[in-house]
């Protein structure tokens, strides 16, 4: 946040054109996940099959989370999920045959740590503790699996996410800020 916020500063100074900050997100560390209760149902990994019932629901969470709209192209969204699928990467709530929420995760480096993204309850679904236990479990199934700890980055403009993932045991390290800079074609 400080060197974006420095350049923008800087840029403003230097040609007069301001800008606002578009974005705010803190990056979250856990290497123990907290216990807390669960709803009905459990996390399984995802199937091809699923795909067509996700994939409305990953695109409403990237524009949800404030991607900007020349980065929400559906069909790429889409092949990102059905990567993540077929990888053993994404992963559902599910009470019975009716997915409840969602999330998925990234391994650059083979067990040195993981990035859950994506997590995302079905609108029916809010506010029942679905979010909570498909983040708690997946971060406790990446560390038991030899993950040294496991990361996400959460939006500061959503007081649910952030209070979630706190209560989890997630420990805020970074704030990141993303600027939208005024330009004037001029």
């Not at 969204?77 to 559902?92: M, R, S, T």
Request: hydrophobic share 45%; with cysteine.
């Amino acid at each position: 946040a400080a060197v974006s916020d420095a350049f923008a500063a800087r840029l403003q100074q230097k040609t007069g054109r301001g800008g606002s900050v578009s974005m705010e997100m803190t990056f979250y560390t856990i290497d123990r996940v907290a216990r807390v209760s669960s709803p009905v149902g459990c996390m399984r990994a995802a199937t091809r099959a699923e795909l067509e019932e996700l994939a409305p629901l990953a695109v409403a969470a990237e524009r949800e989370m404030g991607v900007h709209a020349e980065k929400r192209d559906p069909a790429a969204i889409e092949n990102a999920l059905l990567q993540a699928i077929e990888d053993g990467q994404q992963f559902v709530w599910a009470e019975g045959s009716s997915i409840r929420a969602m999330a998925s995760y990234v391994s650059p480096f083979r067990n040195a740590g993981a990035r859950i993204r994506g997590v995302c309850t079905l609108p029916a679904f809010r506010g029942r503790g679905y979010g909570s236990a498909i983040t708690a479990a997946l971060a406790a199934q990446l560390l038991d699996g030899g993950q040294a700890w496991v990361a996400l980055f959460a939006d500061n403009a959503n007081p649910t996410s952030t209070g979630i993932y706190r209560r989890l045991g997630f420990q805020a390290h970074s704030i990141f800020r993303t600027w939208r800079l005024h330009y004037n074609s001029q």
